[in-house]
Structure formats: C-alpha cells, structure tokens
Nanobody
Framework: QVQLVESGGGLVQAGDSLRLSCAAS????????MGWFRQAPGKEREFVAV????????RYADSAKGRFTISRDNAKNTVFLQMNSLRPEDTAVYYC?????????????????WGQGTQVTVSS
C-alpha cells in the first residue's frame, strides 16, 4: 500500500514557475515508477510526466516538453515536478500516481495509487 500526498500548487501568473512535490509513504518507494497527471474542469485526466523507479527513464507529454521536469529523491520518498513558463492552459488539478513496475506508464488506468491532487491556476 502506498499513500501519496501532493503539495506545491497555487495561483501564479503566466510565465511563472511552480514546483510540485509528492511525498510517498512506505519503504518500497524505489520500486515504483511515479507519474504526474492533470485534470482540467470538464476534461479527462491526462498524462503530464513520468519517471522510472531508478530515475533513469523519463517521459513527457508534448505540452510539457521543454517546460516541465520530473525528478525523484528515493532517499526522501519524494517525486517532484518543476514547471516553468506556465501558461493559462496548464490550469488543472495535478495528481501524483504510482505503479510498481520496472518500466514507466503514461495512461491513467495503469496507475495503482493516486494522491488527492493539488490545484494549479495560471492567470493570463
């Protein structure tokens, strides 16, 4: 069982940066690939970024490439999402997700555990 708690969301202006954190419980964090997904009002949950359990593999949605960076600290059971050059269309609830796999995952249905989400609002 893994519990995930996101933090770091907020209200920012276009062009600003935010760093989201996701703290995981349990002693097996390093066996989980970790992902970030987001869901805007009236839209389906969508993939943002994922990192493999060792940190050696990362994948990004096209909308995130060049602006967002996912990283993890296995010693602190935490995964991060650094978001730069934020745009109004990045406004959404951002969710942390985990899947115990040697690979990565990009589809919400593949996640085994979810956090409660953190709101990110980008004003123009």
């Amino acid at each position: 069982q893994v519990q995930l708690v996101e933090s770091g969301g907020g209200l920012v202006q276009a062009g600003d940066s935010l760093r989201l954190s996701c703290a995981a419980s349990g002693r097996t964090f390093s066996t989980y690939a970790m992902g970030w997904f987001r869901q805007a009002p009236g839209k389906e949950r969508e993939f943002v970024a994922v990192i493999s359990r060792s940190g050696g593999i990362t994948r990004y949605a096209d909308s995130a490439k060049g602006r967002f960076t996912i990283s993890r600290d296995n010693a602190k059971n935490t995964v991060f999402l650094q978001m730069n050059s934020l745009r109004p269309e990045d406004t959404a609830v951002y969710y942390c997700a985990a899947r115990e796999t040697i690979a990565v995952f990009t589809i919400p249905e593949q996640a085994s555990y979810w956090g409660q989400g953190t709101q990110v609002t980008v004003s123009s």
